[in-house]
């Protein structure tokens, strides 16, 4: 298993948001985690690079513990992409693909260039690599973000909502370049409200609600056939929705 999560507890004051979360995801897995909100999914996986300290409980991905003392190393084989795209306004678009490579792992420019411009085009942004994030729409800076965690060479990508502000029109441009990770292999832990991705691309499907797993399963088996009353609920309303 390239992550391994156990007995995760994480409280905010006197708010239990984690309780005792078990979890594994295996090399070049999709594990979508659904639910509704407030019941502890971001949080999870904040908790799994660090970005959020858990109050007991221990991760280990690609196998190194994530704590205090190897968080650089832990930051250098997770990629995140987030609700909110994160860009450097000041930089131009390759500019802030490469900068981490850079930065971080001492990757040489020229090749970070290289590598951050077969990325961009990789996620049909190629040639606005020297345009500024403010003249993109959303999902163009939102491709461009996932180019940037790619340029990491991470052997894990966390994805937290990743369409949630986007247009309802321009959500299947990501969604479109999450499949292609997903068919070349990438490991992937996506937090989503996006059941049809969750249904096509995720190899293994979690429900949480309330601070702990529900229920989890294939896809086939998890939309068709859930196991648990809370799990069948949520799917009803979900799709009502839809």
Known sequence: MIIEVKGLYKKFGSNEVLKGINCSVAKNEVVCIIGPSGSGKSTFLRCMNRLEEPD????????????????????????????????????????????????????????????????LRKVGVGEKCNEYPGSLSGGQQQRVAIARALAMDPAVMLFDEPTSALDPEIVGEVLSVMRQLAKDGMTMVVVTHEMGFARDVADRVLFM??????????????????????TREFLRSVIDKS
């Open 209 to 230: 609600d309330n601070g702990i797993i529900i229920e989890e399963g294939k896809p086939s088996e998890f939309f068709t056939n859930p196991k648990e009353a809370r």
């Open 56 to 119: 007991s409980g221990s991760v280990v991905i690609d196998g190194i513990e994530v704590n205090e003392k190897n968080i650089s190393k832990v930051r250098k084989e997770v990629g995140m992409v987030f609700q909110a795209f994160n860009l450097f306004p000041h930089l131009k678009v390759i500019d802030n693909v490469t900068i981490g490579a850079v930065k971080v792992k001492n990757v040489p420019k020229e090749k970070a260039i290289e590598k951050g411009m077969e990325l």
